[in-house]
């Protein structure tokens, strides 16, 4: 089975960046995505619910595995096609800033694109063995995607009124998320799974901005999703026809 490189490209975007994101570069590798995933990515890194939609839109029945591996290919092809100087200059904070956007708004990105770090990577190697498990946290990320999508609104109000306590934020997103999993679709087969699978999509996406929040936010472990951590390190498969 072929394996892509994903995950050791990813962490540049949180970098600081020198110099200026090459845009036609950009632009270049973003049509490349589009045509890859046969959707419209022209505004989808000027507004993010424009982003959101189109991972929606890539969520099709019946939800099975090819579905995950067809987005997070999809990235690996967009950041190899950027390099490592403009994933840090075009999507690391001080670039998004330096290109216009403000800082709560560049965390936002920041955020979307940790959790489908953790979605590509031990996300994707939790689900990958079970189509029931792939198929459930898939129907809750679309049927429930205006449920959490409130959750992180109010995470950015709070985190924003009061920046000492984000850490208590962080663990509360984390904690509504996990309970929007196992009382989703996953609650018949998968709950307990399902439940660590939200707590940490969540903790990644604060993560992206308040890192010192990993040390006191917890997640729940599930001996099913323990087992398969050091799989994810690196690589997840691609998309099988």
């Known amino acids: 089975m072929k394996f892509i490189i994903l995950l050791g490209l990813l962490p ?12 036609t570069k950009f632009s270049h ?16 890194w000027n507004d993010i619910n424009q982003l959101n939609q189109v991972m929606l839109s890539l969520m099709k029945l019946p939800y099975s595995i090819n ?32 290109m ?5 708004d560049a965390y936002a990105y920041l955020g979307f694109m940790a959790d489908w770090r953790f979605k590509c990577g031990a996300g994707f190697f939790a689900v990958y063995e079970s189509s029931t498990f792939t198929s459930c946290t898939q129907s809750t990320y679309v049927n429930y995607n205006t449920d959490m999508g409130k959750v992180v609104v109010d995470y950015r109000m709070n985190i924003t009124a009061d920046p000492n ?19 989703g679709a996953c609650r018949a087969t ?16 604060t993560n992206a901005q308040f890192r010192h929040c990993q040390h006191s936010t917890k ?23």
């Open 12 to 23: 540049f975007a949180s970098s600081q960046q020198t110099e200026k994101c090459d845009s």
């Open 29 to 44: 590798c973003n049509v490349a995505l589009g045509q890859y995933w046969n959707v419209d990515t022209s505004n989808m």
């Open 67 to 98: 579905n995950y591996a067809n987005i997070c290919n999809g990235f690996a092809n967009f950041y190899a096609c950027l390099g490592p100087a403009n994933i840090q200059n075009c999507l690391g904070l001080v670039g998004q800033v330096g």
């Open 100 to 104: 216009g956007r403000s800082p709560q």
């Open 165 to 183: 306590n984000a850490c208590k934020y962080a663990q509360n997103l984390m904690d509504t998320y996990a309970t929007i999993y196992r009382n």
């Open 190 to 205: 998968n709950a307990a799974d399902a439940q660590w699978y939200g707590c940490e999509s969540g903790r990644e996406y």
């Open 219 to 241: 997640c729940r472990e599930s001996e099913f999703c323990e087992c398969h951590k050091n799989k994810a390190q690196f690589s997840f498969p691609a998309k099988t026809n």
